[in-house]
């Protein structure tokens, strides 16, 4: 990178972490660190919202799975407005009640301590290792494609992280994630302009390019229990997943829990649930255009270019050089094609559009069978090397074609994601760590000084624990994926939990807390024996569905154990 995108990257950083600081510093309660001061309003609510959520993975990893699988991901935010309705009549009026900290106090309240601990336990479990993966996810890439030492970038982003929010608390969270929010949308905005406007074709020939390539494929009725995105999941499955993560996922509760009022935190939350569709759809749009670009500019044939370099300096280059030299052969050929299509399109030839489509077809299957020998020579040569390059695509082609200063924002764009989902799940795991386990069953009767000093020393214990996760991660399939499947291991159970709490109220503490254990070790045994039957597994179906499977086990087996405690009782005491 040039001298000017060093300076815009570290500079916009700098500037976001210290306005943090001084916006926040001096935190003297518990109430105020952990609530805010209960001073956001709705737009600072839905913001904060949508930059928790929007981790450095989405805008690493979606802009390539839509280069690679079309914009069918977006299947997966339909049923997000759905959920975010339920949450705002049903969840936070319970909570605005109570005045809880955290969304696990409310448990304890309808049944007993051992239940809020659990449901605890099993956020900090899933949120610890969450937090380890947003930041190892912008880590691994970052420090590939600017030559960072890997361990040295996990430092760097969790010790930036871990200043601002041990110091300031929720505040500094949601005051950072504003400017944040700016950089991150700003800079996709800005480099989806620029990538439009470096096609060599009109926009109307790059939608028609899409188009016929399958890119634009957003709605999929079809129903499939395997298929991990079609509409049916995102308005089933997915349901479920968003009522776990932004109903009793703490990342989430923490920043409406800061709301001025019960109707300022439910108008950020449906802020969030009608506005992240879009944001969404521009992410994955501008991955899709990234893809018509490089149907006329030549990509490299593996986007973790750092792998092929080191083929380059082995005994396979020649073997490197001739499949790239079948590569370019190939790429100039479908280059041809593309532009006769276009022709055909314009002269309303279907029968020349659908012979030409069929030909790039095939031409791309060969590029893919290219692409995947080279791969295989990168294992031969390293087989510890990582040929998965789905999550390289976007920041590539930013580093390649993108004019001076615009790489150093769209970096920064990547390490603000990073900050914004990490400093909330370190808020959420202090909280949590502080409120549910320590002051709640192991120092009950300290000071509201020695708990806020315990906040803040959890605060920076997880930070230090999820920079060593990182540290010693390992790169999943899909990073976002990867998310999104860690997170339907445990929210099913734990939504669960809570689902049985508002609508079941004649089951007591001792059935619910029965459920949810076998429960979440039905969710791990269908994960386990999960994927493909020709491989021995006992069934295939997309992870999504761990969520439903889990929330439903927890009620069914809850009701049935209820039953066998107390026979014939099926209302309230």
Not at 171 to 195: D, H, N, P, R, Y
Request: with cysteine; hydrophobic share 50%.
């Amino acid at each position: 990178m040039s001298t000017l995108d060093w300076i815009v990257l570290f500079g916009t950083l700098a500037l976001i972490a210290t306005y943090g600081v001084y916006k926040t510093y001096g935190a003297n309660s518990l109430d105020s660190y952990l609530r805010g001061k209960n001073s956001m309003n709705w737009w600072s609510i839905g913001l904060s919202i949508m930059a928790t959520q929007a981790s450095a993975i989405t805008f690493l990893s979606t802009p390539g799975q839509a280069y690679e699988d079309g914009m069918r991901f977006i299947q997966f935010y339909f049923g997000l407005p759905l959920a975010m309705i339920i949450i705002s009549v049903v969840f936070i009026p319970i909570y605005y009640r109570l005045k809880v900290y955290t969304a696990y106090e409310f448990l304890e309240n309808r049944f007993d301590l051992k239940t809020r601990t659990l449901a605890a336990l099993l956020f900090i479990l899933q949120r610890g290792l969450a937090a380890g993966i947003t930041i190892y996810a912008p880590a691994i890439i970052l420090s590939t494609l600017l030559g960072w030492n890997l361990t040295a970038t996990n430092i760097l982003i969790g010790s930036v992280v871990i200043l601002y929010t041990v110091s300031g608390g929720t505040e500094a969270v949601s005051i950072t994630q504003k400017q944040q929010m700016a950089v991150m949308m700003g800079g996709m905005i800005l480099a989806g302009i620029i990538v439009i406007q470096m096609l060599p074709i009109s926009f109307r020939e790059a939608l028609h390019v899409a188009g016929k390539m399958d890119k634009l494929n957003m709605i999929n009725l079809e129903f499939d229990i395997s298929d991990r995105y079609n509409v049916w999941s995102g308005m089933t499955a997915a349901v479920f997943l968003f009522l776990s993560y932004f109903g009793t996922d703490q990342s989430q509760v923490q920043r409406y829990l800061s709301g001025q009022t019960l109707s300022q935190s439910r108008m950020g939350l449906i802020m969030n649930g009608f506005l992240k569709i879009p944001m969404q759809f521009i992410i994955l749009f501008i991955g899709v255009m990234v893809f018509v670009f490089y149907q006329f500019f030549l990509p490299p044939v593996v986007f973790n270019t750092v792998q092929t370099d080191k083929l380059r300096q082995s005994e396979y280059a020649g073997e490197l050089e001739e499949l790239e030299a079948e590569y370019a052969v190939n790429f100039e050929e479908s280059k041809i094609y593309y532009l006769d299509m276009l022709k055909a399109i314009d002269a309303e030839d279907k029968r020349g559009e659908s012979e030409i489509r069929d030909k790039l077809t095939g031409l791309k299957s060969m590029q893919n069978r290219i692409r995947d020998d080279v791969k295989e020579l990168i294992v031969t040569n390293d087989p510890l090397a990582e040929t998965r390059d789905t999550d390289y695509v976007f920041m590539r082609f930013v580093m390649d074609h993108l004019p001076k200063g615009i790489i150093g924002l769209l970096f920064a764009v990547i390490f603000s994601a990073a900050m914004s989902s990490t400093a909330s799940e370190l808020n959420a795991l202090g909280s949590t760590s502080t409120v549910d386990l320590y002051k709640r069953s192991i120092k009950k009767n300290a000071s509201d000084k020695h708990y806020l000093k315990s906040s803040k020393l959890f605060t920076a214990f997880w930070g230090i624990g999820a920079i060593l996760f990182a540290t010693y991660a390992s790169l999943f399939e899909n990073l976002i994926q990867a998310v999104n499947l860690l997170g339907s291991l445990f929210y099913g159970t734990i939504l669960g939990i809570f689902l049985v709490a508002f609508f079941m109220k004649w089951v007591k503490g001792q059935a619910v807390f029965i459920a949810a254990l076998l429960s979440q070790a039905l969710v791990l045994f269908v994960h386990f024996r999960n994927g493909d039957v020709a491989d021995g597994k006992l069934w295939d179906i997309g992870f999504l569905w761990y969520n439903p499977i889990g929330c439903l086990a927890v009620m069914l087996f809850a009701a049935l154990i209820q039953a066998v405690i107390t026979p014939g009782k099926t209302s309230v005491d």
